[in-house]
């Protein structure tokens, strides 16, 4: 069991998913945004303007999104606490890292939810080396990226023994692919 917090802590994070995700104009989304574009509704100290309304104001999928607590781990252990509202050039680099280790934190979440099944010897021991694997990866994209095939195969291979919120759950903002 790895020791990764999956819990969101906005208090800690620079307001990543509100700057990394590129979103459509849509019944989840008032407004088009592109990748790595401040969303307008980010006050300068990082916080949303309408986080008390967001859904009314036509922000559903931001209520929906989880980033599984990849946001806080980005912005405080590979950052060090700095932002890109105070270094404009930090940008791209933590938006890029962010959309991996949202990706790795939701396997880890996945894996984790698997671990309650009822699972078999062999397919215990592979969750168990798989959420290791990705806990260690970090945030290697290409590390991330054929652990993530794999971690959908094994799921996949349980065959319906995972309860379909489980399988259901990803980012709310068009998912990490
Ligand atoms: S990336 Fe995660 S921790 Fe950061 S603001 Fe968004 S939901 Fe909160
Ligand atoms: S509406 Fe608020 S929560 Fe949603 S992306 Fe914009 S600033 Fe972030």
Aim: proline share 5%; aromatic share 6%.
């Amino acid at each position: 069991m790895t020791s990764i917090d999956l819990r969101p802590d906005c208090t800690r994070c620079a307001a990543l998913c509100c700057v990394a995700l590129p979103f459509d104009r849509s019944s989840r989304f008032a407004i088009d945004k592109a990748a790595n574009e401040p969303c307008p509704n980010l006050d300068r100290c990082g916080r949303c303007r309408i986080h008390s309304s967001l859904a009314d104001r036509g922000f559903g999928g931001c209520v929906a999104f989880d980033c599984f607590g990849a946001g806080q781990r980005v912005t405080q252990e590979i950052f060090e606490g700095r932002s890109w509202q105070d270094d404009p050039a930090l940008l791209e680099p933590m938006a890029r890292v962010f959309l991996t280790a949202t990706r790795a934190h939701e396997c880890l979440m996945l894996l984790r939810e698997a671990g309650s099944l009822p699972l078999s010897i062999t397919d215990e021991a592979r969750r168990a080396g798989l959420e290791a694997a990705v806990a260690e990866a970090g945030v290697s994209a290409e590390a991330i990226g054929a652990l993530r095939r794999e971690t959908f195969a094994f799921l996949a291979s349980l065959r319906g023994s995972l309860p379909s919120a489980v399988a259901a759950r990803s980012g709310g903002r068009g998912g990490t692919p």
